[in-house]
């Protein structure tokens, strides 16, 4: 039989097997639980670092959306109003680089005869080119008439040749009268002129292509009076002014202003510009080679429209 001793060490032994039991139950639950807590809060941080990303590219976005606009509607006091605005608009000022070309000037104080002088013989080649309407450089528009002539650039001149009236001699014997309404840009060489195909066909076969000639200015006799022309786009803040018909070449154009009269400049589209406006819609003097002036008043400012006068130079 057991002793009562023996039987107190035995229930001692079995609450430490017991309580053992129990803790090593109590931490393998702690482990499972914290094995299956640790994903979710890897995923809840990966989730975090995921929308932060997003938040600031919206809100970089919102920042952006609204500074623009703000930036764009605020006005600038000195901007310059842009050239495609109404002419109707006081700052408006039609571009020139709208034409075929951009525009050169010529000096104002180049001289009243320039590069082809009277009654001067000139030396060169003539070539022929398709004129269709007679339409060219000088922007007369079409021509009445295909005894029309390209100038080369040289003595084109920055459209100091527009107008002109020319003398052409073929070795031949043969002769023509032509109009300068355009230019003929390089390799047209100084003395050259090339002719419409109507116009050298009276001197020689267009298959010949290519013929020497002597040249020199006219002074016809016409019954046509010289019209004024404003550009398109043409204002009292900005003006374009030609003139047509003109029996000599014009070297000069002026417009009357409150400090008396201005020379404008000349562009090698053939129209005189006045930038700021200034004797836009004022009387106009225009100057031919030969150094005679005529006075035109009562000229509105009608944008591409050929407005006739009762003045023509004289006969030289």
């Known amino acids: 039989m057991k002793t009562a001793r023996q039987a107190a060490r035995q229930r001692r032994q079995r609450r430490k097997l017991v309580l053992g039991a129990t803790v090593a139950v109590t931490a393998v639950s702690v482990l499972a639980y914290l094995v299956m807590a640790l994903p979710?809060?890897?995923?809840?941080?990966?989730?975090?670092?995921?929308?932060?990303?997003?938040?600031?590219?919206?809100?970089?976005?919102?920042?952006?959306?609204?500074?623009?606009?703000?930036?764009?509607?605020?006005?600038?006091?000195?901007?310059?109003?842009?050239?495609?605005?109404?002419?109707?608009?006081?700052?408006?000022?039609?571009?020139?680089?709208?034409t075929p070309r951009p525009p050169r000037t010529a000096a104002g104080t180049a001289s009243s005869t320039g590069r082809i002088q009277p009654k001067t013989t000139y030396q060169g080649v003539a070539t022929a080119y398709e004129a269709a309407d007679g339409n060219g450089a000088c922007l007369f528009g079409p021509s009445p008439d295909l005894m029309?002539?390209?100038?080369?650039?040289?003595?084109?001149?920055?459209?100091?040749?527009?107008?002109?009236?020319?003398?052409?001699?073929?070795?031949?014997?043969?002769?023509?009268?032509?109009?300068?309404?355009?230019?003929?840009?390089?390799?047209?060489?100084?003395?050259?002129?090339?002719?419409?195909?109507?116009?050298?066909a009276k001197l020689a076969d267009l298959k010949v292509g290519r013929i020497p000639i002597t040249w020199q200015l006219l002074s016809p006799s016409t019954s046509e009076t010289i019209s004024i022309r404003y550009k398109t786009g043409s204002s009292q803040y900005w003006c374009g002014i030609q003139a047509i018909g003109h029996r000599n070449p014009v070297a000069r154009l002026e417009v009357r202003t409150g400090d008396g009269w201005r020379q404008l400049p000349r562009t090698e589209y053939n129209y005189f510009l006045s930038e700021n406006g200034s004797g836009c819609g004022s009387s106009i003097r225009i100057t031919d080679i030969y150094g005679e002036q005529l006075t035109i008043a009562g000229i509105a400012v009608r944008p591409n429209v050929v407005q006739p006068t009762q003045v023509q130079f004289a006969q030289r």
Do not use: H
């Open 40 to 98: 979710q809060d890897r995923k809840a941080d990966a989730g975090t670092a995921a929308a932060t990303p997003i938040a600031t590219t919206q809100e970089a976005a919102t920042a952006t959306g609204t500074a623009t606009p703000t930036a764009t509607a605020k006005p600038t006091a000195t901007k310059t109003p842009s050239p495609t605005r109404s002419a109707t608009t006081p700052a408006a000022r039609p571009s020139p680089k709208a």
């Open 148 to 200: 029309i002539a390209a100038m080369n650039t040289t003595d084109y001149e920055t459209s100091r040749a527009c107008g002109a009236y020319v003398l052409v001699r073929a070795a031949n014997g043969k002769s023509i009268t032509v109009r300068i309404t355009n230019e003929c840009p390089l390799p047209c060489a100084p003395g050259q002129i090339d002719l419409s195909q109507q116009a050298f």
